[in-house]
T-cell receptor, first 114, second 111 residues
Framework: SAVISQKPSRDICQRGTSLTIQCQVD?????MFWYRQQPGQSLTLIATANQGSEATYESGFVIDKFPISRPNLTFSTLTVSNMSPEDSSIYLCSAPTGGNYGYTFGSGTRLTVV | GQSLEQPSEVTAVEGAIVQINCTYQ??????LSWYQQHDGGAPTFLSYNALDGLEETGRFSSFLSRSDSYGYLLLQELQMKDSASYFCAVPLGAGSYQLTFGKGTKLSVIP
């Protein structure tokens, strides 16, 4: 099955700054997804990143806060902008790399904003 | 919209069988998936059911009843390494590749 490399694995950031998270897939995928997960909680979809078009954001998430790039079919970045402590969470990228909704996830980025 | 209900926690004994239930309310049905996530790890895909019945993959099986809007994940011959959170998930809508996840069930396997 496919492998998604995600980095950084964790970071501690000052409020007001921005962090860019990268995901690299070892095969070409048409869509990539970005999720947020509080420890011990469910996964919440932030946006869908499509190559060649703007990302599609879910309710409650906006491009100015979470800009996404998708320069090719194997790579995507999510930036968490102007961070506040409420942005402290685990951020995960994902892609449909198998049939029947068998999605592969990156290993996650644990972000702490202080 | 889509909503899924799962028990928050389940505890079972090593070697036993455990069933994790998931009931869903969806506008249309496009399949039910299950994912496993160990503490500090990434979710990993376990199974997918689009039709009624039981799908078996080794020690893990997944069942679906569309008429009852209900599914479950069955784990047999439990091992300590099965201690993890288990999430059911459904697509957001017709033709959608995006998934919405249940709140997850934390399974603790005890000796």
């Amino acid at each position: 099955s496919a492998v998604i490399s995600q980095k950084p694995s964790r970071d501690i950031c000052q409020r007001g700054t921005s962090l860019t998270i990268q995901c690299q897939v070892d095969s070409q995928v048409t869509m990539m997804f970005w999720y947020r997960q509080q420890p011990g909680q469910s996964l919440t979809l932030i946006a869908t990143a499509n190559q060649g078009s703007e990302a599609t954001y879910e309710s409650g998430f906006v491009i100015d806060k979470f800009p996404i790039s998708r320069p090719n079919l194997t790579f995507s970045t999510l930036t968490v902008s102007n961070m506040s402590p409420e942005d402290s969470s685990i951020y995960l990228c994902s892609a449909p790399t198998g049939g029947n909704y068998g999605y592969t996830f990156g290993s996650g980025t644990r972000l702490t904003v202080v | 919209g889509q909503s899924l209900e799962q028990p928050s926690e389940v505890t079972a004994v090593e070697g036993a069988i455990v069933q994790i239930n998931c009931t869903y309310q969806t506008s249309g049905f496009y399949g039910l998936s299950w994912y496993q996530q160990h503490d500090g790890g990434a979710p990993t895909f376990l199974s997918y059911n689009a039709l009624d019945g039981l799908e078996e993959t080794g020690r893990f099986s997944s069942f679906l009843s569309r008429s009852d809007s209900y599914g479950y994940l069955l784990l047999q011959e439990l091992q300590m390494k099965d201690s993890a959170s288990y999430f059911c998930a459904v697509p957001l809508g017709a033709g959608s590749y995006q998934l919405t996840f249940g709140k997850g069930t934390k399974l603790s396997v005890i000796p």
